[in-house]
C-alpha cells in the first residue's frame, strides 16, 4: 500500500488552539452573590426533592441523581456501564422508539444512567418530560435483544481503546493510585465485560436504583406546588429502598517519587502525569487555599505549569493540574503530553514548578490575578441552571452549610500566600509522587534513566513487567530486498502489483470539534499523481494534491503551493506502491526488528522515514516520518490495519494517522484500476 502523505498537522493545530483557555479579562468589584434557595420536600420513599422557581426564561431542568457509596463491580466490570446503557431505551409501557421520537419532537433532551437521570425542556413540556422522565427511570424496559446490542458496542469501543495512548493512561493512572480492587482503579475487560448477563444488570439496577440516596432537582419555569404534585404522583411509588454502604481501605502514596512507565509503541507522544492521593472535603477549612493553589500550579491558562510547558518551551498544547475535592478519596494531578524527544526535561520542568509552589511564595500579582480569574468563571457560571442544581445537590451531599456559595467569594479572596504554600506543602507530595509515562520506550526511556528517578514498569494493565526490549537485530540472511520481496508476496505478488494502475480509496473519521464524522478520499495514478482530502459534508477541510505540472496543499480554502524537498517527498508517494520504486535506492537500511502494537516489525529506514514490516505476514504494518513544524522535529506515525483482499491486491482498510490526535479512518470501498480519471488531480 502507498505511503498517505497528507500536511494534517496545521489543520489540526488550528482545531486545537481554538479549544485551549485564554487569558481572561480581568473583573471589577467583586458582586454580591445571591443563589436562590430550593424549596424541598422529601417522599415518604426517601426521594429529597429540591426545587427552584426561576421565571427568566422559559424553561426547566431536571437532575435525578443516586448518591450512593462508590462500589466495585469485580469480574462483572462493566454491569453498571450496560445499566446505564439500557436505562431509558423506552420504558415497559412506551417503546424505545416512541419514546426517543417524542422527546425529538418535544425539542427536549433526556438522559439516563446508573445513578440517575438529567433533562430539560421549554417549560410548556415539562410536565411531559418529567413524566417520561419518572417512567424511564422506574419503568425500565430490560431486553435480551437491546442487552445484546449494548454489551457488542461496549466490547468494540473496548477494542478501539487498546491502541489509544491516552486511553491506556488514564486507565493506568487509575489502577496504580488506587488498585485494581477499588471502584476508583477497577476497569473493564472483554473478559469482565462477557461476565455480563442481562440478569446482572436487573439485579444492578434493582440492588442500586434506589431512592434512599437519591435528590431530584427540578429549576426553571415552573410552579412549586404544582410541581410538588406532580413529583409525589409520579416518583410516589418508586418503592423505598436503600443500596449496600460499601467501604474500602484508603490506598497508599508511594515511599518516594518514582517513575512508573508503560511502553506504548505506537506513541508519537508520551502521556506525562504527576499525581498523588488525597482526602480533601469541601469541608475542609483549608478547601478554598488548596483550590487557589491548584489554580496557580497549573489550573489556570497563566499557571506555573502552562507558562513554563506551553508558553516557554513550546513542548505541548497545554499543562495541566487538578486535585479532587471530595467525601471520598481522590488525588491531585498534573498532567500533559509532549514529543516523545522532551519526555525527560517535562518531567524536569514539572519537578521544577512543583518545588516552586512548595518552597516560594506566590506574588501578590499572580496570587492577585489568579483569584480574579477564578472568581470571573464562577459568577459567570451562576447563572446556568445546571450550576444552581449543581451547588444545590452538594450542599446535600457533601453536608456543606447553606450559605456556602454565597460565601463563596469572600472565602477565595480570603487566601494568602502563606495559605498557598501551606496546602502545597500539604497536597502536592513532591517525594511522594508517581510519574507515571505512556510512551515509546525506544526513543523515551534512554532519556529518561538519566534522571537518575527509581524507574518501575507496567503494562497496558498497571500490572508490574520487565525493562521492555527496545529493539533486536534482524537474523542473519534478512535484508533490505528480502523484506520488500516479502511484502510484495504477501499483498498479492509481483505480477499482480505491476498490474495497479490505480487505487481509490473512501472512507470516514473524527477528530476534536468537528460536529460530524469527516470524508475521507484517497485516489493515486502510477503516473505520479495522487489526491487526498479530507471534507466535512460539501466543505472540504484539507487537501493535497500531486499532477505532472505541481503540487499543493489547500486548508479550509487556503492554497500552498509545495516546493522542494516538500515537493519531492509528495511526488515520492504519489505511487500505488513505493516498494517498487525501492530497487533503485541505495540508502535504504535495515536497522532491526521492533515491537509495532505488540508484534515484531522489520524496520527499514528510507531518509527522515521509517517502514515497518511484520516479521511473520510480510504486510506493512506502520511508517513513521519526522518532519521539521515551527523548527522543532516532530515524528508523525501511520498505522495500517483490517488488511482485505481487493481483486487480488491485500489492501488495509483501517489507517490510523497520529498528528498529535489520533485520526482513524475507516476504510469503506477501494477501488483498483477503476474510479480514477485525470481530473481528479486538478
Not at 48 to 74: C, M, R, W
Not at 275 to 294: E, G, H, R, S
Not at 621 to 647: C, F, I, L, P
Amino acid at each position: 500500500m502507498k505511503k498517505i502523505i497528507i500536511v494534517l498537522s496545521g489543520l489540526f493545530l488550528t482545531l486545537t488552539m481554538q479549544a485551549q483557555d485564554r487569558t481572561q479579562p480581568k473583573p471589577g468589584p467583586s458582586p454580591v452573590i445571591n443563589i436562590k434557595k430550593p424549596q424541598s420536600f422529601t417522599l415518604p420513599n426517601g426521594l429529597q426533592v429540591l426545587i427552584v422557581e426561576n421565571h427568566k426564561l422559559p424553561k426547566v431542568s431536571f437532575s435525578l441523581n443516586i448518591d450512593n457509596t462508590p462500589y466495585a463491580e469485580g469480574s462483572k466490570k462493566g454491569v453498571s456501564s450496560l445499566t446505564s446503557s439500557l436505562i431509558g431505551n423506552g420504558s415497559m409501557k412506551i417503546s424505545k422508539d416512541a419514546f426517543n421520537e417524542e422527546i425529538d419532537f418535544l425539542g427536549a433532551d433526556l438522559s439516563f444512567y446508573a445513578s440517575g437521570a438529567s433533562g430539560s425542556s421549554l417549560s410548556k413540556y415539562s410536565g411531559r418530560i418529567l413524566e417520561l422522565m419518572a417512567d424511564g427511570a422506574l419503568n425500565p424496559n430490560f431486553t435480551q435483544e437491546e442487552f445484546d446490542k449494548e454489551k457488542d458496542k461496549l466490547l468494540e469501543n473496548l477494542k478501539t481503546q487498546e491502541k489509544s495512548v491516552a486511553a491506556v493512561a488514564g486507565r493506568v493512572q487509575n489502577v496504580l493510585a488506587f488498585g485494581k480492587d477499588h471502584p476508583y482503579g477497577e476497569f473493564l475487560s472483554e473478559e469482565t465485560i462477557k461476565n455480563v448477563t442481562l440478569a446482572d444488570v436487573e439485579n444492578n439496577y434493582n440492588t442500586n436504583f434506589v431512592p434512599e440516596n437519591a435528590y431530584l432537582v427540578i429549576i426553571g419555569d415552573i410552579k412549586f406546588k404544582e410541581t410538588k404534585k406532580a413529583v409525589e404522583k409520579l416518583f410516589g411509588s418508586w418503592a423505598k429502598a436503600s443500596a449496600p454502604s460499601m467501604k474500602y481501605t484508603d490506598p497508599v502514596n508511594v515511599q518516594y517519587s518514582q517513575i512508573n512507565f508503560v511502553d506504548m509503541p505506537n506513541a508519537v507522544q508520551s502521556e506525562i502525569s504527576l499525581q498523588n492521593t488525597v482526602n480533601l472535603k469541601m469541608t475542609d477549612p483549608d478547601y478554598f487555599a488548596t483550590i487557589v493553589a491548584n489554580q496557580i500550579l497549573g489550573g489556570d491558562f497563566n499557571s506555573y505549569l502552562n507558562m513554563n510547558l506551553r508558553e516557554a518551551h513550546g513542548w505541548t498544547y497545554g499543562a495541566r493540574s487538578s486535585i479532587g475535592g471530595s467525601k471520598y478519596i481522590s488525588t491531585f494531578r498534573a498532567s500533559t503530553q509532549v514529543r516523545n524527544a522532551v519526555t525527560d526535561s517535562a518531567v524536569v520542568e514539572f519537578f521544577k514548578e512543583l518545588k516552586k509552589i512548595r518552597t516560594e511564595k506566590v506574588t501578590d500579582e499572580m496570587l492577585s490575578n489568579v483569584k480574579a480569574g477564578y472568581v470571573g468563571k464562577f459568577v459567570m457560571q451562576i447563572e446556568k441552571p445546571q450550576t444552581v442544581a449543581g451547588y444545590a445537590l452538594r450542599i446535600k451531599t457533601q453536608g456543606l452549610p447553606e450559605d456556602f456559595y454565597e460565601n463563596y467569594i469572600k472565602n477565595i479572596n480570603a487566601v494568602t500566600a502563606d495559605d498557598v504554600l501551606a496546602v502545597a506543602k500539604k497536597y502536592f507530595l513532591e517525594d511522594n509522587i508517581r510519574v507515571v509515562i505512556v510512551g515509546k520506550g525506544s526513543e523515551v526511556l534512554p532519556g529518561l534513566e538519566k534522571l537518575k528517578i527509581p524507574m518501575f514498569y507496567f503494562d497496558k494493565f498497571g500490572a508490574p513487567s520487565s525493562k521492555p526490549v527496545m529493539k533486536k537485530a534482524a537474523p542473519a540472511g534478512v535484508t533490505v530486498k528480502s523484506v520488500l520481496d516479502n511484502y510484495i508476496k504477501a499483498i498479492g505478488g509481483e505480477k499482480a502489483v505491476k498490474g495497479v494502475k490505480t487505487i481509490a480509496m473512501t472512507g470516514s473519521t473524527t477528530i476534536p470539534q468537528a460536529p460530524a464524522p469527516l470524508t475521507f478520499t484517497s485516489k493515486v495514478d502510477s503516473k505520479g499523481k495522487m489526491i487526498v482530502e479530507l471534507a466535512m459534508g460539501t466543505m472540504s477541510l484539507m487537501k493535497q494534491v500531486v499532477n505532472e505540472k505541481e503540487g499543493y496543499a489547500s486548508q479550509q480554502g487556503q492554497k500552498m503551493k509545495l516546493e522542494g524537498e516538500a515537493l519531492a517527498k509528495a511526488k515520492a508517494g504519489a505511487v500505488p506502491f513505493e516498494e517498487l520504486t525501492f530497487a533503485t535506492k541505495t540508502d535504504l537500511l535495515l536497522t532491526g526488528i521492533e515491537p509495532i502494537n505488540g508484534s515484531d516489525a522489520y524496520a527499514l529506514k528510507n531518509g527522515d522515514a521509517t517502514l515497518y514490516y511484520d516479521v511473520k505476514t510480510g504486510l506493512k504494518v506502520a511508517d513513521s516520518e519526522t518532519q521539521d513544524q515551527g523548527g522543532k522535529k516532530v515524528t508523525m506515525m501511520t498505522y495500517y490495519n483490517d488488511y482485505r483482499d481487493v481483486k487480488g491486491i491485500k489492501v488495509p482498510f483501517n489507517i490510523i494517522k497520529n498528528v498529535g490526535i489520533e485520526l482513524d479512518i475507516k476504510i469503506a470501498d477501494v477501488k483498483i484500476n477503476e474510479g480514477v480519471s485525470d481530473a481528479d488531480f486538478q
